[in-house]
């Protein structure tokens, strides 16, 4: 219900709550003692009926009053105009003065004993509609416990958040030093330490200091490639902060704009779309590499023991060699010509005292009954 309407039920409802009692007290045949009494009471009545309209109704639609929630802040406006700040956060106060030193501005949080208020959070903020709260549009990305990303849909808020807060974003398509766009999510922590400068100073707070980080991490990540950085990603985070402290950036932020930018860290670093196939090519292709490389060496190991052996045992090494070649030969189905040179000469060395032709054909004979019974090669 809008708020005009809020306001006239509710002064229909006191109407009607002191018609009542005018009534009782003035047409009803009573006694003057029981007359007070019914007026005394339609009083009290009233009263309570009135605080319960304010607190359950005027003040949670921002109706003359409102609530200010532990650790915000809410500012009000006159006519559009900034008129004061209201804040509810114990162990807090606006300072009244700027310091000689300039480190303390008007507005801005600082620790000190406030006074306290018998009804908390509620507050009055003047006379509604020359007075309101002021309303405005905000978004935001937060980081629960658990590092789960919770992102907030833009909406209509009338408060900012006081207490130290954990936000999260993402600068998309910035380049490693190979020129490969990445996506760098951010994981920075906040503080707002003067709520004038933060709500009227920049149209939203929180998108001006992502804009203003966003040329930094650009420019760091340049330094180095995507490889190096995802080794220590910590790195990157430490490189952030010390670019925005270099360009003072970090020191602009608190004094023109009361935001105090106490950390920034990243989360993670990825390829940007349409270059995730790509590095996940180039990693498997060296995964392959680092394999054909280590199968060479084992390789190279085997032939060099095998071969080893073989020249231990002379020509008769080499033939038994020879023939086990023939064997191991996969070809299911084909057929292999297969000419020795010197095959004579080396059977004679073999076995000496038989004649090379009895040899080979023993020798190819059964060879050539093995290989047609077990492997279906033709010799």
Not at 22 to 41: H, N, Q
Not at 147 to 154: A, L, N
Request: net charge neutral.
């Amino acid at each position: 219900m809008k708020r005009g309407w809020i306001l006239f039920w509710s002064v229909l409802m006191e109407l009607v709550v002191f018609v009542a009692v005018y009534s009782v007290s003035e047409f009803l045949p009573v006694s003057t003692s029981w007359k007070v009494l019914v007026i005394f009471s339609g009083i009290a009545g009233t009263i309570v009926l009135g605080f319960c309209l304010i607190y359950f109704w005027w003040a949670p639609n921002n109706l003359f009053f409102t609530f200010v929630p532990e650790g915000r802040a809410m500012a009000v406006v006159r006519g559009d105009a900034f008129k004061e700040i209201l804040m509810q956060w114990q162990g807090h106060a606006l300072a009244a003065a700027t310091t000689p030193d300039g480190k303390v501005d008007i507005g801005d949080i600082i620790e000190a004993s406030p006074r306290r208020r018998c009804f908390g959070g509620l507050r009055y903020y003047g006379f509604w509609p020359l007075d309101d709260i002021y309303l405005y549009s905000f978004g935001w990305t937060d980081i629960l416990e658990n590092g789960q990303v919770q992102p907030h849909d833009e909406r209509m808020i009338d408060y900012i958040v006081l207490k130290t807060t954990l936000y999260y974003a993402r600068v998309p398509q910035a380049e490693d030093k190979q020129k490969l766009p990445l996506d760098v999510d951010l994981v920075f922590t906040v503080r707002i330490i003067n709520t004038y400068k933060a709500l009227f100073r920049a149209q939203n707070w929180l998108e001006f200091l992502v804009n203003t980080m966003t040329p930094a991490v650009r420019d760091v990540l340049t330094k180095k490639t995507f490889d190096e950085w995802i080794e220590k990603k910590e790195d990157l985070g430490d490189r952030i902060w010390k670019e925005l402290e270099e360009k003072g950036l970090i020191r602009s932020l608190r004094s023109e704009y009361g935001i105090v930018l106490l950390g920034v860290g990243v989360k993670d670093i990825n390829p940007g779309e349409g270059f995730r196939g790509v590095t996940m090519k180039k990693v498997v292709a060296e995964k392959d590499k680092e394999a054909t490389i280590v199968g060479a060496q084992a390789e190279k190991v085997r032939m060099e023991t095998v071969y080893k052996v073989v020249q231990e045992f002379g020509e008769t090494g080499k033939l038994v060699r020879a023939l086990e070649a023939l064997e191991k030969s996969p070809a299911q189905g084909a057929k292999w010509v297969v000419a020795t040179p010197g095959l004579a000469d080396l059977l004679s060395t073999a076995f000496p005292g038989r004649a090379v032709e009895s040899l080979l054909s023993d020798e190819l004979k059964r060879l050539r009954e093995s290989l047609e019974k077990h492997m279906n090669i033709s010799v």
